[in-house]
């Protein structure tokens, strides 16, 4: 009887017979998911707030940035996130957050809450000083692993979105599209957003290819999420 018969299951040429199997493609996303709950079921907490570049915080760890549009829900996504009601300042008053907040989850990864850009009625003193500081440390951060960048799912793509994400092309910066809000729109209205987001991101040399769609409110996209910025965070100690 020849190794065929006693192991039927296994392909030929599989190596060792007695090599665990290979996990499938839903295992993997459960694994990654898994790894996502626990590393944001770690504490979070808020440690800095730079309104300056030279009052950034020495570079330390791996960063995540959360950019968007003023108003697109950056510092609600950090907080259904991390689970907390209230760790990111989030308000029905465009433009916020006005500086760079760092929050540090569990030692392994630097969230930082960015500033809102494109608001119309933000004094242009302090648009100009956002720019320059999110040109800055956008360019200049060793640490920074990816930009999250929040488009609301409920509303078109405007011209400031394009000129943020020509400026993440320009500095090199890795980004990922997330689409906000989701609840707000019916499910095949998000799915034509979701693959726009996906064609938005394919013409865009720094955007990477996938595109989630998350709702604070339904919780949808928050463990994906979560499984993505995992596997970016310094592995657990
Ligand atoms: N329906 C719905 N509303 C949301 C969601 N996320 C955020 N919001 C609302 O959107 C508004 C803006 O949210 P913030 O999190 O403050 O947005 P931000 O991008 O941090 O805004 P700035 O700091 O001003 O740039 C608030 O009124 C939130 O309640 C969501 O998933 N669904
Ligand atoms: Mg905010």
Redesign the pocket.
Known sequence: MGDHAAHPAQPPGAGPLNAPAPLSAAEEQAAAIEAGRRLFAAPCQFLYAAQTEDRLPPPAGPEIAFA?R????????INALTGHHALAR???Q????RQLNFFDLGGRLMLV?M??YGYAQAAASIKADWQGLMFDYLRGRPTLRRVVL?LDARIEVKDADEAVMELLDRAAVAYQIVL??A??VKPAALEKKHAEAIALARAHPAALPEVIA????TGAGIPELRAVLAGLADPAG
């Open positions: 968007g003023s108003n697109v829900g950056k510092s609600s996504l989030a308000s029905g465009p433009g916020r957050t809450d500033p809102g929040l906000t809000k609840d707000g998350t709702s604070r409110d």
